[in-house]
Every structure is written in C-alpha cells, then in structure tokens.
Nanobody, 126 residues
C-alpha cells in the first residue's frame, strides 16, 4: 500500500523558514517524480515545485522561485521542500504527490500524479 506522509508545517513569521518532508512507504521514491502542491480554501490546488525521478530536473512556480528548494534523500525515502523568506501569501495546506517515472513538461499539473499525501498546514503570520 502506497502512503505519502507530509510533515514540518506550522506557524512561522513572515521572513521565516520551514522545511517540509514527504515520507513514502510502499514505493521507492527515487523511481518517482514528486511534486509539492498547495491549496487554500476556495482555490484550486497550485503546483509549487517538482523534482523528477532520480532528481535530475527541478521546477518551481514563479511565485516561489529563489525562495523554495526541493530535494531528495534516497536513503530516507523522502523528498523535502525547504522554504525561505516566507510570505503571508504562502499560507496554505501543502501536499506532496508522486507518479512513477518522469513527466514531460513542467510537472506542476495536479492531474499528472497518482499518489497524494494528506497535507500539512503552513501558516505565515505575525
């Protein structure tokens, strides 16, 4: 049974940092493309970052470029999202998603992914 579990969310002040983790069980994440999405109530899920299988290619939404970094730890079977210079508009529930193999294109489309976690809340507020 495939399971993705996000952790690391919380309340942080503007300008602060958080690192989100996506831990997988039932699959070897290295063989999967993984993306981070976020969603706020009443809005569509937004693709934030993407790392392809074996970690050769990454992509980011324009709104987070230069502030967020996605990475893998194959030994831990995890993918991370390091977030710096957080802004109130980054407040959302963050989800990781995975699909086998590589995705053509930008990799930030929600309908491209087979497996989803339950999400972790990030709140940026003073």
């Amino acid at each position: 049974q495939v399971q993705l579990v996000e952790s690391g969310g919380g309340l942080v002040q503007p300008g602060g940092s958080l690192r989100l983790s996506c831990a997988a069980s039932g699959i070897t994440l290295d063989y999967y493309s993984v993306a981070w999405f976020r969603q706020t109530p009443g809005k569509e899920r937004e693709g934030v970052s993407y790392i392809n299988s074996f970690g050769g290619t990454t992509n980011y939404a324009e709104s987070v470029k230069g502030r967020f970094t996605v990475s893998r730890d194959n030994a831990e079977n995890k993918v991370y999202l390091q977030m710096h210079s957080l802004k109130p508009e980054d407040t959302a529930k963050y989800y990781c998603a995975a699909v086998p193999g590589r995705i053509p294109g930008h990799g930030l489309g929600a309908d491209e992914y087979d497996y989803w976690g339950q999400g972790t809340q990030v709140t940026v507020s003073s």
